[in-house]
C-alpha cells in the first residue's frame, strides 16, 4: 500500500514562512508528477504547485512568486517552501502523486496550515 505522509504545517502569522514536507513510498517516485493541493473551509480543493517527473514546475496565480515546490528523489519527497504568508494562505494542504501512464493517483491525509496574529 503506497503511503503519502505530510509534515511540516502549522500557525505562522502573516508575512511569515512555512515549509512542508511530503514523504511517498513509492518505488517508480520519480516517474510521477507530484502536487500540492490546498482547500479552506467552505471552498473547493485547489491546485497550488506541481513539479512533473522532469522537473518543471508550475504554480498557482495566487502563490508564484512566495511558493517554491521541489523534491528529492533519492529521498522520495517533495517540498513547498511557502513565503510571505497571508491570511488567504489558510488552508489543509494535501501532497498528491499522479502519473497517466498507467493511471495512478495517491492522496496524503493533509496538514493544517494556519496564517493568523
Known amino acids: 500500500q503506497v503511503q503519502v505522509v505530510e509534515s511540516g504545517g502549522g500557525l505562522v502569522q502573516p508575512g511569515g514562512s512555512l515549509r512542508l514536507s511530503c514523504a511517498v513510498s513509492?518505488?517508480?517516485?520519480?516517474?510521477?508528477?507530484m502536487n500540492w493541493y490546498r482547500q479552506a473551509p467552505g471552498k473547493e480543493r485547489e491546485l497550488v504547485a506541481t513539479?512533473?517527473?522532469?522537473?518543471?514546475?508550475n504554480y498557482a496565480d495566487s502563490v508564484k512568486g512566495r511558493f517554491t515546490i521541489s523534491k528529492d528523489n533519492y529521498k522520495k519527497s517533495v517540498y513547498l517552501e511557502m513565503n510571505s504568508l497571508k491570511p488567504e494562505d489558510t488552508a489543509v494542504y494535501y501532497c498528491?502523486?499522479?502519473?497517466?501512464?498507467?493511471?495512478?493517483?495517491?492522496w496524503g491525509q493533509g496538514t493544517q496550515v494556519t496564517v493568523s496574529s
Open positions: 498528491n502523486a499522479a502519473r497517466i501512464d498507467p493511471l495512478r493517483t495517491y
Open positions: 513509492l518505488l517508480t517516485f520519480s516517474q510521477y508528477a
Open positions: 513539479i512533473t517527473n522532469t522537473g518543471s514546475t
